[in-house]
């Protein structure tokens, strides 16, 4: 069977170890593409346009939300942030997995509009793994405390509409598990619509 | 996360390997159990009761039937065959993923019942291996052949209702695949709403 990448959103609670995780999981498989985003923001000291970002000038977004060139997009405060379909497709079609890493609200406007999406949340071992990293050791200002519960309370909501809870514990023991539930996603019967209607034709006409 | 048994139905084609498949399954891992069928029929020589099937008389099963004590069962020619629901449940609750071997209409009936139940097929790596198999090396009567194809095309019917398809190639990888597909399930978000729950409560509560 032709391996097809699959596109990929990860999201998950902050402090959980998202960034680390993908860092590895690009680093120790060659299956991977980091999706990168398109923006209006400036350029900051070190940073190369296609690498960090595909910047863009306010006209140029606002023609690619026009032209539906992009997955999904958002607007914060001044400048908008995006996702372009063609860099993602272009590395679909090169047979690699492509990771989106955007929260909730992003992840479920593109499983919508790409049904085959998977989606992957990543969260620390237990409850009080994670209360402990927001509540902190008692050194935190109460403002601290409360705008991290605001945060969690958000990225909670839905998460029953990821398919995969990415659990880090042990980051390797993690990154290993993540890629295997995306080998294991490859072998999906819908994935294989093609090899399957194959097989079908080759009966029939036996 | 405390690991709660997943029950896995597993069909495909035969010829496909799936014995052989289940067997280094078990051997190689400690996280399963196979499923054991009542029957009707008699016991041949060499096979006990609880072991190879659970030996009932017709009266002990029309009584299962009534009680709704079967995960699903068949009647051929004389003689019921079925999936004492008791045994399977016991296994899941030691936390094993039981594995039904049984073909597509008994999957089907499975999956209504019990939503989560995990679906497998196994076939060959592609559709000529198939072919080939059904029609032999040119020494197979048109008899043999044509009962070959009329039951593949049967076992192909609804193949996209499952879950996994498992490509039989090379027996080792095969193996090892498998158990991962079935590891990475274990991680699916509906499989964990115990977890995914206690969070959000834990959330809340703060």
Same sequence: chains 1, 2.
Avoid: W
């Avoid at 999201?11 to 498989?29: Q, V």
């Avoid at 402990?132 to 969690?152: P, Y």
């Amino acid at each position: 069977m032709k391996k097809k990448g699959i596109l990929i959103v990860v999201s998950g609670f902050s402090g959980a170890g998202k960034g680390t995780l993908m860092n590895r999981l690009l680093k120790e498989y060659d299956d991977y593409a980091l999706s990168i985003s398109a923006t209006t923001r400036k350029p900051r000291a070190g940073e190369a346009d296609g690498r960090e970002y595909f910047f863009k000038t306010m006209e140029e977004f606002e023609k690619m939300i026009a032209e539906d060139a992009l997955i999904e997009y958002a607007r914060y405060v001044d400048n908008y942030y995006g996702t372009p379909k063609a860099y993602v497709e272009q590395k679909l079609e090169e047979g690699k997995d492509v990771i989106l890493e955007i929260e909730i609200q992003g992840a479920l406007k593109v499983k919508e509009k790409f049904p085959d999406t998977l989606l992957l949340f990543v969260t620390p071992p237990d409850a009080n793994t994670l209360k402990n990293r927001l509540v902190g050791r008692g050194t935190e200002t109460m403002d601290v405390i409360e705008s991290r519960m605001k945060r969690a309370k958000e990225e909670a909501k839905g998460i029953e509409n990821y398919d995969y809870l990415i659990v880090n514990d042990d980051l390797e023991e993690c990154v290993k598990e993540m890629h295997q539930i995306i080998s294991g996603e490859h072998r999906r019967c819908f994935r294989n619509m093609e090899f399957l209607n194959q097989i079908k034709t080759e009966l029939k006409e036996s």
